[in-house]
């Protein structure tokens, strides 16, 4: 029996109502309200189809009928708890070992990006013997209460910086402190990581791990420079600790030329621990660890047991494994390559014609559009991106903004994400630019300057809440 459709007023009261006012919707003064979607569209309660630019979640697109139906058969056959031997499990597993580093050949399957990276901290510790965690300044790494405390995009604004948590700077080679005109930015920011750990020692205190995103995102859709993983990696682990990859966001092939992220700094460099999430399960809570043999040997010597009670599912698996195998049939890395270069080659086009572009960055469809409103200063235009977000709803695209100062619109949809569509965004954008803010924006420049000279560690209060719309 269908489920009873409420009108968009009493559902957004009932939600008012009934769920925790922290759980923010997007676009809160005016909700869109989604009632079905399929491929990279959203369609709302009066059929309006939306464009959607945001979901890395749904990651081969949305009700894929191949991961509908595998999980359908599979539930119909049987969903039962990860302890009882089950074939789906160990396939997915060789077929994910077969993407990764000869030496990450150790799962362990739990439900979300948190839980995986939650997991990815008591190895490191167990590991190592060592509490010590060093982190990427403006880092988000989950929910739970132990990556708050690793990630300074949340404890800033709640209880502080713990003592055994240290903070380097971003590799932002467009406004940190190495920027693009740099001889070596890879090296010069692998350098403070290096500082950081010296610092650590002179406290008396051992490094556990380095923990990052291959490629910051709430950080601002930051591009490490290639080089900068490998040094730091080299650094760390001559101080006794571990190289944790976070690729909750940008694994699965977003990156279009490798199938993650973290590859982009190499052939030679491989992570000594892996969390995944988001893109694997498609909309279904699929996630995973995946770590070395010593590693995950010294967890197990600890003697205590672990185990997640519906971590790699039969259901979960099966869709897992229909998420691999339609990124393969309708060669999504490709299409994320070819689309994604168009669309950064539209975006880089309309930067020549809109002097509030500051920057254009991204690799495959992981997408960043800088807004400043002074190109010398690269000061942070926040509400003009914010102003772009809401005029992108209007011409029913749905965007979203990250970054420190909130100031960059980003890119990260579906991958089935096609031509056509990267075109449409190009355009919308160009319109909105040429008819509304190009004249807007300057008369805000002066109240913004104050913006572009404060650390990314005093911004996180200065920014106003209305300006979030993805978090």
């Known amino acids: ?59 081969v697109g949305h009700c894929h009928p191949s991961i509908t139906q595998a999980a359908t058969t599979q539930m119909e056959l049987l969903n039962a708890n990860s302890r009882f031997l089950h074939d789906n499990i160990v396939q997915y597993a060789d077929r994910l070992a077969a993407t990764l580093p000869d ?56 209880t502080g910086q713990k003592e055994w948590v240290h903070v380097a700077p971003i590799p932002d080679t467009y406004r940190g402190i190495f920027r693009e005109d740099h001889p070596n930015p890879a090296q010069a920011y692998a350098d403070t990581v290096k500082d950081v750990i010296d610092k650590v020692h002179q406290k008396g205190r051992k490094v556990s791990a380095f923990f990052s995103e291959s490629l910051p995102s709430v950080g601002g859709q930051i591009l490490l420079p290639k080089g900068y993983s490998t040094k730091v990696a080299e650094y760390v682990r001559s101080a006794g600790g571990v190289f944790v990859a976070d690729e909750v966001q940008t694994g699965f092939g ?17 992570p000594d621990i892996v969390t995944m999430g988001k893109p694997m399960g498609n909309g279904h809570p699929l996630s995973c660890v995946a770590t070395t043999a010593e590693i995950a040997g010294a967890f197990t010597a600890n003697g205590v047991e672990y185990f997640n009670t519906f971590g790699g599912n039969p259901v979960s698996c099966a869709i897992g494994l229909a998420v691999l195998d339609v990124i393969e049939k309708e060669d999504l890395r490709g299409n994320s390559s070819r689309v994604g270069g168009h669309l950064l080659d539209r975006l880089r086009q309309l930067q020549t014609k809109h002097p509030i572009i500051g920057d254009v960055r991204g690799v495959g469809l992981f997408v960043g559009l800088e807004m400043v409103t002074d190109k010398e200063q690269r000061t942070p235009a926040t509400d003009a991106a914010a102003q772009v977000v809401r005029r992108l709803k209007e011409e029913y695209i749905c965007v979203s903004t990250d970054g ?20 449409l965004v190009a355009d919308r954008i160009h319109h909105i630019l040429t008819d509304e803010l190009e004249s807007s924006w300057r008369k805000t420049r002066e109240g913004m300057q104050k913006y572009s000279t404060q650390p990314i560690s005093q911004i996180h209060t200065t920014i106003k809440d209305k300006n979030k719309t993805n978090h």
């Open 1 to 59: 029996m269908a489920l009873e459709m409420f009108r968009k007023e009493e559902t957004l009261a009932m939600r008012k109502k009934l769920i925790g006012q922290s759980c923010r919707l997007f676009y809160s003064d005016d909700p869109v309200k989604i009632v079905r979607a399929r491929g990279q569209y959203l369609y709302d309660e009066n059929g309006k189809r939306y464009l959607d630019c945001i979901s890395n979640v749904q990651h």
């Open 254 to 270: 977003r990156v279009g030329s490798h199938f993650w992220a973290f590859q982009l700094q190499g052939d030679d460099f491989s």
């Open 404 to 423: 420190p100062w909130e100031n960059i619109v980003k890119f990260k949809p579906p991958m089935c994400f096609s031509m056509e569509d990267a075109d």
């Open 103 to 158: 030496k990450l050949r150790v799962f362990y399957f739990v439900n979300s990006g948190s839980e995986a990276n939650d997991l990815a901290l008591r190895l490191a510790h167990q590991y190592t013997q060592h509490e010590d965690v060093i982190v990427l300044d403006h880092a988000y790494h989950g929910h739970l209460t132990s990556l708050i405390d690793i990630s300074p995009y949340k404890f800033q604004k709640l």
